[in-house]
T-cell receptor
Framework: AQKVTQAQTEISVVEKEDVTLDCVYE???????LFWYKQPPSGELVFLIR??????QNEISGRYSWNFQKSTSSFNFTITASQVVDSAVYFC????????????FGSGTRLSIRP | DTAVSQTPKYLVTQMGNDKSIKCEQN?????MYWYKQDSKKFLKIMFS???????INETVPNRFSPKSPDKAHLNLHINSLELGDSAVYFC??????????????FGEGSWLTVV
């Protein structure tokens, strides 16, 4: 069965702290894609990153970085020097390319950055 | 230009009514979706269409009927609305067939409240 687990329901940190959001996925497929989406208080869902199962290189984009580890089936997301604008719900998602267009989302992590 | 647009953004209606939410994408994608997000922020796929053809129907009640007149549009009609239908409905699209990974782009969401 396919599953995405975001064990951290809520995280609250003080501005400028670093914070890591965990994502653990389950699949037996060898070809799949992993995603992170951000949902700010305004409600829209914003695409952040896509990573395919054959590319384990970590990625950095400004203050954001992603650590993909197939050995532990994890795709963690780190925000460095957090800012109040980073406050949002963050979703990790899994797409099995063998399935018919069915992306499975984790339950989300609500991140609050306190000034 | 909004890539995925859905209307209305807010909808308050009485139980038993019939309502529709419209969705259009101008990204040239061939796959469109409806997702439902409940009060706990859990995102679940309802339907997926590929080139106007239904490919995913996730045991959604028959009161929900998607219609795709062309691959740029996917509307959602809901009959006999119930209190439990209150949620945020997200339309989305992706370009699966190009083999570049199935990144889903979401509309801004339609907040449905049934009273």
């Amino acid at each position: 069965a396919q599953k995405v687990t975001q064990a951290q329901t809520e995280i609250s940190v003080v501005e400028k702290e670093d914070v890591t959001l965990d994502c653990v996925y389950e699949t037996r497929d060898t070809t799949y894609y992993l995603f992170w989406y951000k949902q700010p208080p305004s409600g829209e869902l914003v695409f952040l990153i896509r990573r395919n199962s054959f590319d384990e290189q970590n990625e950095i984009s400004g203050r954001y970085s992603w650590n993909f580890q197939k050995s532990t089936s994890s795709f963690n997301f780190t925000i460095t020097a957090s800012q109040v604008v980073d406050s949002a719900v963050y979703f990790c998602a899994l797409d099995l390319y063998s399935s018919a267009s069915k992306i499975i989302f984790g339950s989300g992590t609500r991140l609050s950055i306190r000034p | 230009d909004t890539a995925v647009s859905q209307t209305p953004k807010y909808l308050v209606t009485q139980m038993g009514n019939d309502k529709s939410i419209k969705c259009e994408q101008n990204l040239g994608h061939d796959t469109m979706y409806w997702y439902k997000q409940d009060s706990k922020k859990f995102l679940k796929i309802m339907f997926s269409y590929n080139n106007k053809e239904l490919i995913i129907n996730e045991t959604v009640p028959n009161r929900f009927s998607p219609k795709s007149p062309d691959k740029a549009h996917l509307n959602l009609h809901i009959n006999s609305l119930e209190l439990g239908d209150s949620a945020v409905y997200f339309c989305a699209s992706s370009d699966r067939d190009r083999g570049s990974g199935n990144t889903i782009y979401f509309g801004e969401g339609s907040w449905l409240t049934v009273v």
